[in-house]
């Protein structure tokens, strides 16, 4: 089993999702943001449909049920600022209305089937080669680097756990990307 990082450096996130703004496919802009803002392991996030995000009305929804592919457990996931405004964007740029559509699609298919997690790992990939990121990335790096922020912006270990639906808080520790330079810092800051 590969281990992956998160993204750390906040600038490189803003020069991901601005690459990703600018390019023809608005799918590849919503699956960043989304991945970096709900914290959902890729698998659950390729299975999203337009009635995941949208109700019969054409409303964007605040939250979403989703049962865990891995776990089988059910996880609410709230839609912040940023989930929403790239979900308009998306929806905006693409047209789709029809709620039994995938959101994640192949753009050159005209099936109404999600991409791959292996097609997800490339394109992670891709993203964060193109702009010089050089840490072992894949398809759970979307999800780390959602921990990894909240934990930077001081969100509690435990908030942390329950945002990932972990069932041990130890496997919480790995996700938040704790790493030796940190604790380096650490150190060199500590004294009595």
């Not at 089993?1 to 690459?19: A, D, L, T, W, Y």
């Not at 995000?53 to 939250?63: R, S």
């Not at 865990?68 to 929806?91: D, H, M, S």
């Not at 908030?159 to 520790?173: A, D, E, G």
Request: aromatic residues 10%; contains cysteine; glycine residues 8%.
């Amino acid at each position: 089993m590969n281990i992956v990082e998160p993204i750390r450096s906040e600038n490189r996130i803003k020069q991901i999702r601005g690459n990703l703004y600018r390019q023809k496919n608005p799918r590849d802009y919503l699956l960043f943001v989304f991945g970096i803002n709900s914290g959902l392991r890729i698998g659950d996030i390729l299975s999203l449909k337009l009635a995941d995000v949208k109700d019969n009305q054409g409303n964007l929804k605040d939250d979403l049920d989703i049962k865990e592919q891995k776990t089988g457990k059910t996880r609410k996931v709230f839609f912040n600022k940023q989930i929403k405004e790239a979900i308009n964007y998306y929806l905006k740029k693409t047209g789709i209305f029809d709620l039994d559509n995938y959101l994640f699609t192949n753009e050159k298919s005209k099936k109404n089937k999600p991409i791959t997690r292996i097609r997800a790992y490339q394109l992670i990939n891709k993203w964060c080669k193109d702009t010089g990121l050089n840490c072992k990335v894949g398809g759970h790096t979307l999800r780390k680097t959602f921990g990894y922020h909240l934990r930077k912006q001081g969100i509690s270990i435990e908030q942390i756990s329950s945002l990932l639906n972990h069932q041990n808080i130890k496997v919480t520790f790995r996700y938040i990307g704790i790493n030796q330079d940190e604790n380096k810092e650490v150190i060199k800051g500590f004294g009595i």
